[in-house]
Nanobody, 126 residues
Framework: QLTLVESGGGSVRPGESLMLSCAAS????????MGWFRQAPGKEREFVAV????????DYADFVKGRFIVSRDAALNTVYLQMNDLKPEDTASYFC???????????????????WGQGTQVTVSS
């Protein structure tokens, strides 16, 4: 059983940065992809980024390329999302999730992910 717990959310001003963490209890297998999604009020959940546990290969949604960085620390069983140059439209609940098969090209589809954290709120406002 894999349990994911996010932390690091908060309220910031536009242009500022935050780092989210996702601590995993249980085994993250080498085949897993660890993803970040977000959901704003009244909107659908959307893919943000993913990192493959074995290869460390990363993919990003277009709207965060160049601003967000996903990383993982296998020794700590933790995934991070460094968010820079935050914008008001980044306001959302951010979720960490695990995809047991990271080889799929459909890594951006939330239904692929079998384990989810409870989410952490990020608010960007002046």
């Amino acid at each position: 059983q894999l349990t994911l717990v996010e932390s690091g959310g908060g309220s910031v001003r536009p242009g500022e940065s935050l780092m989210l963490s996702c601590a995993a209890s249980g085994t993250i297998y080498s085949s897993y992809g660890m993803g970040w999604f977000r959901q704003a009020p009244g909107k659908e959940r959307e893919f943000v980024a993913v990192v493959r546990w074995r290869s460390n290969k990363k993919d990003y949604a277009d709207f965060v390329k160049g601003r967000f960085i996903v990383s993982r620390d296998a020794a700590l069983n933790t995934v991070y999302l460094q968010m820079n140059d935050l914008k008001p439209e980044d306001t959302a609940s951010y979720f960490c999730a695990a995809d047991p098969d990271s080889s799929s090209r459909y890594y951006y589809q939330s239904e692929r992910y079998s384990h989810w954290g409870q989410g952490t709120q990020v608010t960007v406002s002046s």
